[in-house]
């Protein structure tokens, strides 16, 4: 308990040095792109740990996570239209993504270009979904639209929630005077 109340005090000291940094969106941005690649940290997480450290740009936040995570639908959408299916096929065989491909195709089967939507709000692999809605030549669109509705729906949620619940923390251990 001590070593958890330390280590939540020094990220709040961390957080109120760093409040206004001008790199922080960014970063975030690029990070978030990049998760669509190499997923090193959980998109969530970053968006909640940017939040933390300026609470007052929550919304910020939340529209750069949305923003990002659509822009690197439009590429996988783009792949999937341009590189031909059987090597898309045969990176997601050799990638073991074939449990997450099968859902994709599950999710365009039951929800059509709501797919995305659902995909970005619920979890479910929406590059593969854009992907393979490009394969089909589907429409653009409405599936990069739906995709920037639930990841930002998504995003402003976990944003906002974080922000309140991290205000509250605040002045809770400032009443303590552990800040």
Request: with cysteine.
């Amino acid at each position: 308990k001590r070593a958890e109340r330390r280590t939540l005090v020094w990220w709040m000291r961390f957080a109120h040095a760093h409040r206004n940094s001008s790199p922080l969106p960014i970063v975030l941005f690029l990070v978030l792109f990049m998760d669509g690649i190499l997923i090193f940290v959980p998109s969530t997480l970053c968006v909640m740990a940017a939040t933390t450290i300026s609470p007052k740009r929550w919304w910020l936040f939340g529209g750069i996570f949305g923003v990002a995570a659509t822009l690197y639908n439009a590429v996988t959408f783009a792949i999937g239209s341009f590189v031909p299916a059987d090597q898309i096929l045969a990176f997601v065989q050799s990638s073991h993504f074939s449990a997450f491909w099968e859902s994709a195709q599950e999710a365009i089967q039951n929800y059509g270009p709501w797919a995305t939507f659902i995909g970005a709000i619920v979890g479910l692999p929406t590059q593969l979904i854009t992907a393979s809605i490009g394969m089909a030549q589907g429409p653009f669109v409405s599936a990069i639209f739906l995709a920037f509705a639930g990841h930002s729906l998504k995003a402003f949620a976990i944003a906002g929630l974080t922000r309140y619940g991290w205000v509250k923390l605040e002045r809770r251990m400032e009443k303590k005077n552990l800040l």
